[in-house]
């Protein structure tokens, strides 16, 4: 009998993928028009924007294993720009060893060829799980039906998941685990000559978390482009605020940080994007490594403190046990 995967972000394709591979039979659903989740890029006319996850890095060998294949693959390059941080009011490089990854040519690239492999339902928003006598129906928000399915992995935030549990299941997860991050890029019609890559900003006053150079990306757009993070709780206190006042701060912010007058910063377009499950401050309480009801699973990077190598692991390390019981 097949398996479903709610959830076509990193954790849910690495779950479906790896039991796929094992020789089960998988379908993952998602409501977005493709693969991504949270390391979705959006197309520009100037190229491809990563409004969501960054990078990624590659500490434990089962994910640089992984990463190597998709580097022999093209799907992942290095990002070898220089990183910096803004403390105090103060730019300064910021080495370090860590070997930072990217999507090539846009940051979802890995997970779309996962999906590639795989039967995936797209545009197909989960409206309900029910667990009956021939096994777990899903239902969408058409009242199409799909099933028996002999288990369900539901991949994605635990405050969407909860929405899909009963009661005594639902209050179990951890809804306020994931706070909201707004993004915004700025398309600018002159370029900076700043080398940095990416900012760690460290200084709260600005409510910002972290500036990239998008354009400093293997593939992405050759004209300066700049993508602004918020932090959880700028967001939070803005959080339906309308993209005018968002790309205000993110200009403003971006004059701060680099050093630039504001009426210097030509910006030619913008893209705002609200994240409401991005940021991660701790652990969950509890461990949802286990099923949470016979044939129902969690899978997602916040099990595990977030990071999409936290989410692969999540996701491939599920499949194991699933497969070996």
Known sequence: MTLAVIGAGMAGLSCAFALQQAGQQVAVFDKARGAGGRMSSKRSAEGYLDLGAQYFTARQPL??????????????????????QYRAGQL?????????????????????????????????????ITNTA???FIQNEHAEQFGPFAQVILAIPPAQAATLLPPPLA??????????????????????????GGIFVK???????????????????????????????????????????WQ????HALGEILGLANDSISVTSALCHRWLYAQQQQMPDSNFQDA?????????????????????LSGYELAQRIQHG
């Open 63 to 84: 994910f640089q294993q992984q990463v190597a294949q998709w580097l022999k693959q093209g799907v992942v390059n290095r990002w070898l720009a220089p990183m910096y």
């Open 92 to 128: 300064a490089a910021s080495p370090d060893a860590e070997q930072r990854f990217i999507g090539t040519p846009a940051m979802h690239s890995p997970l779309r060829a996962m999906a590639d492999a795989l039967e995936c339902h797209f545009n197909c928003r989960v409206s309900t």
């Open 134 to 136: 021939e096994g777990w």
């Open 171 to 196: 209050v179990t997860l951890p809804t306020d685990l994931l706070q909201p991050c707004w993004a915004v890029s700025l398309q600018l019609s002159k370029a900076t000559q700043h080398a940095a």
């Open 203 to 245: 200084d709260q006053a600005l409510g910002v978390s972290w500036i990239s150079r998008q354009n400093s990306k293997p593939g992405r757009s050759v004209t300066e482009n700049w993508l602004v993070h918020f932090t959880p709780e700028f967001s939070q206190q803005h959080l339906e605020q309308d993209t005018v006042f």
């Open 248 to 251: 205000q701060q993110a200009q």
């Open 292 to 312: 949470i009801a016979p044939g129902l699973w969690l899978a997602g990077d916040w099990t595990r403190g977030g990071r999409v190598e936290n989410a692969w």
